[in-house]
């Protein structure tokens, strides 16, 4: 007979009820992933711009494109959401926020300031064009 | 089977000791300094989207916009390592898979830092 081991088990993901905390702290890794990957762009950004008027043109170009505009949008949304969520988790690890309550609150909060942030950088930086 | 090495011999090499929080304390670190650098970026890029070359190498030029730019690059980059070791560390369990993944993450992570720091450096210097 084996014996039972006393660790706690992690959730079964297929048999396991998706909640707003699970979501958002998956979400939290994914966009970190993609963010990370954003970097190329801010890379090639800069390395374009020491190259020559030429390169520079041709990154914007690309930038301006609609798949350049549709990264911009993921990578805009993913930061602000990386952020916020970011800030709640440095909540946490200062001890703050860990009521069942809080953490929904903070959740949706996190969500809120996402839209909210995505939505006005947006509106600002098509006016400014 | 009796185990004939020790137990300090098994464990020595799987993890840290001494260290394991310098980890968790850099990824926050780094964590606090990117929430003001990346709220000048994001507004930078707002403004900047649209420039031309001259406008761009102007802005860059100044040597407050390097030098934010350069804390940027250097923050973003390795941040951006730590938390993707994590990920890889997570999801990654052939010992030898992980540890290139691992090697090969982080030796871009620096090739790309230091392209954009010099980059970033002609700008400043060339004027």
Redesign the interface.
């Known amino acids: 007979m084996t014996t039972r081991s006393e660790r706690p088990l992690s959730p079964h993901l297929q048999v396991y009820r998706p909640q707003l905390t699970s979501a958002l702290s998956i979400f939290h ?1 994914i966009t ?2 993609f ?2 990957l954003g ?2 762009l ?2 090639a950004w ?2 374009a ?5 030429e390169a ?2 041709a990154v ?1 170009g690309f ?2 494109s609609i798949l350049g505009y549709l990264l911009l949008l993921g990578w ?1 949304a993913a ?2 959401y990386h ?1 916020a969520n ?2 709640r ?2 909540f946490w ?1 200062a001890g703050y926020g860990f009521e069942l309550a809080n953490v929904y609150r903070s959740g949706y909060a996190v969500l809120i300031a996402t839209g909210v942030l995505t939505l006005l ?1 947006w509106v ?2 098509l006016i ?2 | 089977m009796k185990a004939m090495r020790t137990p300090a011999s098994r464990v020595r090499g799987l993890g840290s000791a001494k260290t394991g929080t310098q980890h968790w304390w850099s990824q926050r670190l780094t964590a606090l300094a990117m929430i003001p650098l990346a709220l000048w970026f994001v507004a930078s890029v707002v403004t900047m989207a649209g420039a031309d070359h001259a406008a761009f190498r102007a802005w860059a030029g100044s040597p407050v916009v390097a030098g934010l730019l350069l804390l940027l690059i250097v923050t973003t980059f390795y941040h951006g390592y730590l938390g993707l070791q994590v990920v890889v560390e997570d999801y990654v369990h052939h010992e030898v898979w992980k540890l290139g993944t691992l090697l090969l993450l982080k030796a871009a992570s620096i090739v790309f830092a230091l392209t954009g720091v010099l980059a970033v450096l002609s700008m400043l210097f060339s004027g």
């Open positions: 890794r970190g992933v963010l990370a970097t190329l801010l890379t800069v390395v711009a020491a190259t020559g008027p520079f043109a914007q930038i301006g805009s930061l602000f952020l970011g800030i988790h440095l690890d950088a600002i930086g400014l064009q």
